[in-house]
């Protein structure tokens, strides 16, 4: 069976067969040799060369050096890089080379002269003491061991909070003093010395030392840890160039909305429940509430902060600002925001917090009115939602909440799914009703729900904030039909698992809205056909009586046929259409005559030579028409249209007048008795 051949031996070979010519190695380079010392014995020389890189592991490099005479013809070697303290003499130049050898041949690097007394190397300083105020350090060198003096010595110091940022100092034989160093802060110090005629020594031992303290600068940073209806206050730990000494204690000032003041004394030694510690933050266990202010000073022994106050957080709605920009990994959080149209001269600093739905973790910056980015550095979590909100505080010392926005460190697919807790079918439609995946549980942002009805349909439904319900109809189901509807929430690593539920439309809802339709449908045609007959019905019943009343309507002479007593007595029986066309003004107390119907006499005459009709005299019959025609011109006038209402008829022969004729009998006869009152023959013929 054959076997393959291992890479590295294929590259191995490849490199050597194809980019390397057989030949000796490369010469050694920067050779350097010192005698270092211990105490005060310098006993051996120590040389030390870069060799060039070369993949022929076979090159063996050796030491080579001679006194530097022209009779020196001595040659001695070593394969240690050491020249021993019997091989060579104190106070004497040698000649030193390397010499690189391997099978194609060898090459040596240049010589180097070496004076065995130059090339001493003393040991390290080591130091005594130091002070703090002033801070001063102090350290013992070896020259003196070594019988010869100080030439020089070089320190290099960096605080303990920043150890890249190293600073040197020259010059000096035995001590150092820094005249400025920041209080309470630890330093580092090294140290390294040159003697007469002899190279520096390697750098000292780290030593450290705290600066003296002094009264603390600066503001406490405080804020606000509000939820939806409590606030938390919380405050950092000061810096080390701002606390300047031990903080023994923090003074806590609340101004309540009422005018009382509370005083809180938070001890840094002495634990409490009162408040928790966390090693950088400090924060109260109980929620402040109806506080209009803080304010917040750090003590140490010799002296405290100016008060720093923290204005409540507004209550007012959230502002009209645009979205903030998030860019966030497991090591950094960045944050950008435009600055505010409506009050950009009035922003005094801007505000950016952090809070995760695990355990808490909460945190904030504040950055001056100058920038519009902030930048956070931790350890953030992989499917954990992260809130980020930005305030802004006013020159007025208001706080104001711009925005808020979730960010990911990282993002996969939902492991929730909603659930839908009820829904409600109506006919063929059906509204569903679940509840949003809280933010809390979601490990990716949710970008859109999905909703499907067996494997026909799918809709997306938009997002809405986790504290409102959503809802999404289904309409155009079928009666009868069993559907099986699923949910699941789409972000942008994929969709979650679908949660599925079954539901059925009731068979008989068709029918029952079919049903609801065809009697709606039959109630209004039924109501249209009834007013229709109605309409006809009333107009061929009363066209025969429109035309009489009409004149009546408009001869405005005409008393009115609806104050007699008889009409009144039919109107009460019957209602007769069209009646109201021809309804007058209301008439204050109506009368009129009743007619009295007698036998009337043969025809004789008189001897006067006028007729007689049954024993009535015509005469009669004028004073009767005299007596209705004075009736009628009473000054009763009907207000709406003008006319003299004939409200009574009095049948007396008081006022009779022998001389009327009979054409005056004619003349004096009312319409009303022409159009209503039967005559006597018609009545007798009846």
């Known amino acids: 069976m054959a076997t393959s051949t291992p890479w590295w031996l294929l590259v191995f070979a490849l490199q050597h067969c194809c ?39 076979s090159t063996t490099y050796s030491l080579h050096w001679k006194k530097n005479a022209e009779d020196e013809k001595v040659n001695r070697s070593s394969s240690d890089g050491l020249i021993r303290r019997a091989q060579f003499e104190s106070h004497a130049e040698l000649l030193v080379w390397v010499q690189a050898k391997n099978q194609f041949g060898s090459v040596e690097s240049e010589p180097v002269v070496i004076h065995t007394q130059n090339i001493i190397k003393p040991s390290p300083p080591q130091f005594q003491f130091g002070s703090r105020d002033p801070l001063e350090i102090f350290w013992n060198n070896s020259c003196e061991k070594l019988q010869q003096s100080v030439e020089d010595c070089k320190v290099a110091y960096n605080t303990e909070e920043d150890r890249n940022h190293i600073q040197y100092e020259e010059e000096l034989t035995s001590s150092f003093a820094h005249l400025d160093p920041q209080p309470n802060t630890v330093y580092e110090f ?26 603390p600068v600066g503001e406490v940073d405080a804020w606000w840890d509000c939820g939806p209806s409590s606030c938390f206050l919380n405050w950092k730990n000061l810096s080390n160039s701002q606390a300047r000494g031990y903080i ?111 355990l808490g973790e909460f945190d904030w910056i504040k950055v001056n009115n100058h920038q519009t980015t902030g930048f956070f550095k931790g350890a953030f979590k992989n499917y954990t939602p992260y809130q980020v909100s930005l305030f802004v505080v006013s020159n007025l010392n208001e706080v104001r909440h711009l925005a808020t926005a979730r960010g990911y460190s990282s993002q996969r697919v939902p492991s929730v799914a909603p659930v839908f807790d009820r829904s409600e079918i109506t006919g063929t439609e059906m509204t569903l009703f679940w509840k949003p995946v809280p933010s809390c549980n979601q490990s990716a942002m949710i970008l859109y729900y999905q909703i499907g009805v067996s494997t026909q349909r799918v809709y997306n439904v938009s997002v809405t904030p986790d504290h409102e319900g959503m809802t999404y109809k289904l309409s155009d189901l079928s009666p009868g039909e069993e559907y099986q509807v699923w949910i699941r929430a789409v972000s942008k690593a994929g969709p979650s698992p679908k949660v599925t539920r079954t539901f059925r439309i009731n068979p008989h809802e068709g029918y029952r809205m079919m049903s609801v339709y065809l009697v709606t449908f039959l109630v209004v045609l039924l109501a249209v056909i009834i007013c229709l007959c109605g309409y006809l019905l009333s107009f061929f019943r009363g066209v025969n009586k429109m035309w009489p009343l009409l004149p009546q309507c408009l001869n405005e002479k005409v008393p009115d046929p609806s104050n007699s007593k008889i009409f009144r007595q039919m109107r009460l029986k019957v209602n007769e259409p069209l009646t109201w066309i021809c309804v007058p003004l209301h008439e204050p107390s109506p009368k009129i005559s009743v007619l009295e119907v007698v036998a009337i006499k043969s025809k004789v005459f008189e ?16 004073d009767d028409q005299k007596q209705d025609l004075g009736t009628e011109n009473t000054d009763s006038t009907d207000s709406g249209f003008e006319r003299k209402e004939y409200s009574k008829m009095v049948d007396s022969d008081e006022e009779k007048n022998d001389g009327w004729s009979s054409s005056e009998e004619e003349q004096s006869t009312s319409g009303y008795e022409k159009h209503f009152m039967p005559s006597a023959l018609e009545i007798m013929v009846e």
Not at 25 to 33: F, K, R, T, V
Not at 271 to 288: C, E, N
């Open 607 to 622: 001897p006067d030579g006028i007729r007689k009709e049954n024993g009535f005299s015509q005469m009669d019959c004028q």
């Open 19 to 57: 980019f390397s010519n057989p030949g000796p190695p490369p010469p050694p380079s920067n050779l350097q040799c010192h005698r270092p010392c211990s105490g005060s014995h310098c006993l051996d020389i120590k040389c030390i060369w870069n060799p060039k890189p070369n993949l022929d592991t």
């Open 248 to 358: 023994l204690s923090y003074e806590v000032t609340v101004l309540y909305n009422n005018g009382t003041i509370q005083l809180m004394n938070v001890s840094t030694d002495d634990p409490s429940s009162l408040y928790i510690f966390d090693g950088m933050k400090w924060r109260l266990t109980s929620p402040l509430k109806d506080v209009s202010s803080v304010n917040i000073s750090a003590y140490n022994a010799l002296g405290a902060t100016k008060a720093s106050p923290l204005p409540m957080l507004t209550p007012d709605k959230q502002a009209d600002f645009p979205n903030i920009d998030l860019e966030m990994n497991s090591e950094n959080l960045t944050v950008s925001w435009n600055p505010p149209p409506n009050f950009s001269d009035q922003v005094k600093q801007y505000v950016v917090q952090y809070k995760d739905c695990g």
């Open 190 to 215: 090294q140290v390294r010395c040159k003697c007469d005629s002899s190279l520096f020594s390697d750098w000292s031992e780290t030593f450290s030392i705290k600066s003296a303290e002094s009264a």
